[in-house]
């Protein structure tokens, strides 16, 4: 299947609606397919394929859109395929306008819970959804996890998002307690951001 590549300079700034996000949504968790992804995991892989050392306009369109409904053909018919391809392509085009320039209009796709009028947030899904983008190009990443600066933006996305076997029982004991959980994903966002400034400067 063909699909479209990303070209950020051809792409006109048109951020999702809430109906296209809950259309997205809505196809995302109809599939049967367990390894297809939900709207926040989606948000989370998209940000990891544009903080991705890797150029997202320079991978084929099929390479990095197949893993969000989890490989093979679920559309039913070419019309819904161009769909989803452009919503992806709009999203991803949207966070990065807004990353650049629009820091107040992004909001990442966390879970959130109240708790005694309290609002507690969970990025565990959107920060798994970054880990499978960070996989795909491993090796590129290696060197983010290593240095000081990007390191540390990244150790909250991998704690909530990556395998929970590699890490210390303190930090499985922690990731028990749902207010931790709640600071730990407070801190990805800030992350996002200084990633993408490094990532500019790095250009």
Known sequence: ????????????????TD???????????????DAAMN??????????????????????GAEWMSPVWGGGDPFVSGKQRKRIALLLLRHVHSLAVQ??????????IFSVAEEEEQQLV?????????????????EAWTPLFEHVKTAAALAPIALLGGD??????????????????DALSREVPEGVLTLWTLRQQAD
């Open 19 to 33: 109906d296209e996000l809950s259309d997205l949504d809505d196809f995302l968790s109809e599939l049967d397919n």
């Open 122 to 138: 969970d990025a565990e899904d959107w920060c798994t959804g970054f880990m499978i983008g960070v996989d795909q190009d491993g």
């Open 164 to 181: 929970e076997s590699q890490l210390s029982a303190e930090d499985q004991e922690k990731l028990t307690d749902l207010h931790w959980r």
């Open 39 to 60: 709207i926040e995991a989606l948000d989370g892989y998209l940000s990891a394929q544009l903080l991705s050392p890797l150029p997202l306009a320079d991978k084929p």
């Open 1 to 16: 299947m063909d699909f479209p590549q990303y070209q950020p300079a051809k792409a006109d700034y048109l951020p999702l």
């Open 99 to 108: 990353w650049t320039s629009k820091q107040d209009a992004w909001e990442p």
